[in-house]
């Protein structure tokens, strides 16, 4: 387990393994926005810096970076800085998703039962 730190105060412990640090990376920083040790807008350290900290090459921050927020995890700008945006759709807890029933079933291989001639 290592320690990260960024010069804005942001102070977070992630285990990172040496074997597959990409893998415990995105992992680790996934269940600290879930636990709630990163809340949304949080600004993460660059990726040279967080690289720095926890013994990593800096392309491999990068890809975890990008992937995140491919998935919807953060948001970042090219000059701006990373930060939390959230819990993508899929990963919201189940009182936040709240979905409907979907109006019309779609799936095949399922047949209609209103269209079968009861009377007959």
Not at 71 to 90: D, H, K, N, Y
Request: no cysteine.
């Amino acid at each position: 387990m290592k320690r990260a730190s960024a010069a804005d105060g942001l102070d977070l412990y992630l285990p990172v393994s040496t074997t597959r640090p990409a893998h415990a990376l995105e992992t680790a920083l996934r269940a600290a926005v879930v636990d709630g040790r990163l809340p949304v807008g949080t600004r993460l350290p660059a990726s040279r810096a967080l690289a720095a900290d926890l013994g990593i090459a800096r392309s491999t921050v990068s890809e975890v970076y990008s992937r995140l927020a491919a998935e919807g995890w953060l948001e970042s700008r090219v000059g701006a800085g990373t930060w939390i945006a959230g819990f993508p759709r899929q990963a919201q807890p189940a009182a936040a998703q709240q979905q409907s029933p979907p109006e019309y079933e779609l799936r095949g291989g399922l047949a209609d039962a209103g269209d079968f001639p009861r009377s007959q």
